[in-house]
């Protein structure tokens, strides 16, 4: 079984400073790790994805994740927040055992402080 | 433009009337999958397809049903909704079956709510 634990259902950072959302994951095989953002009233968009190889990844927007096995997390991070980055993250995982059963966290809302 | 489309955007029914919340996508993927959103519980699987008529039920697939007849289509059934089943819904896809890899596009989400 898989599964990931969000720290923090709500976040907030003054703008400009460091976005640091946390996520550890349990699973049994090799994972593939995600993190999607969700803006009001929208669907969820990927941020950014680790499957095999770079332990850093990058996304889009400035966002950035590293997998760190020993530790079982994938903390997604951004050095300055921005207005237009409040919004809410999953990290998901989805097992490598060639068969799509996604498992979402219960999400972060990130708020940024003018 | 590649996209998952949900209709309707939102819906507010009655205990026991029949409803479908349709789903389509335009990207050629083999995989779909329904997901409803509660507030402290993520996102929960209720249905996914691997292929046309090939389904399955995810984490919490009481009270629905699906059909995938064609590539392109997922409609989720409430065949007698509930109020427990006010949620936000959404429908994603992705291309491949074998490979877990692939990120789910998802749809805009529809509100529904059960009185």
């Known amino acids: 079984a898989q599964s990931v634990t969000q720290l923090g259902s709500h976040v907030s950072v003054s703008e400009g400073a460091l976005v640091l959302l946390r996520c550890n994951y349990s699973s049994s095989v090799p994972p593939y790790l995600f993190w999607y953002v969700q803006y009001p009233n929208q669907g969820l968009q990927l941020l950014l994805k680790?499957?095999?190889?770079?332990?850093l990844v990058k996304g889009i927007n400035g966002f950035e994740a590293e997998f760190k096995k020993s530790e079982t997390s994938f903390h997604l991070t951004k050095p300055s927040a921005h207005m237009s980055d409040a919004a809410e993250y999953f990290c998901?995982?989805?097992?490598?055992?060639?068969?799509?059963?996604?498992?979402f966290g219960i999400g972060t809302k990130l708020q940024v402080i003018p | 433009e590649a996209q998952v489309t949900q209709n309707p955007r939102y819906l507010i029914t009655v205990t026991g009337k029949k409803l479908t919340v349709t789903c389509s996508q335009n990207?050629?993927?083999?995989?779909m999958s329904w997901y409803r959103q509660d507030p402290g519980l993520g996102l929960r699987q209720i249905y996914y397809?691997?292929?046309?008529?090939?389904?399955d039920k995810g984490d919490v697939p009481e009270g629905y049903k699906v059909s995938r007849k064609e590539k392109r289509n997922f409609p989720l059934i409430l065949e007698s909704p509930s109020p427990n089943q006010t949620s936000l819904y959404f429908c994603?896809?992705?291309?491949?079956?074998?490979?877990?890899?692939?990120?789910?596009?998802f749809g805009n989400g529809t509100r529904l709510t059960v009185t």
């Open positions: 397809s691997m292929n046309v008529e090939v389904t």
């Open positions: 680790y499957t095999t190889g770079a332990t």
């Open positions: 994603a896809s992705s291309k491949g079956t074998g490979a877990s890899n692939s990120p789910l596009h």
């Open positions: 990207m050629n993927h083999e995989y």
């Open positions: 998901a995982v989805s097992s490598s055992g060639g068969y799509q059963k996604v498992t």
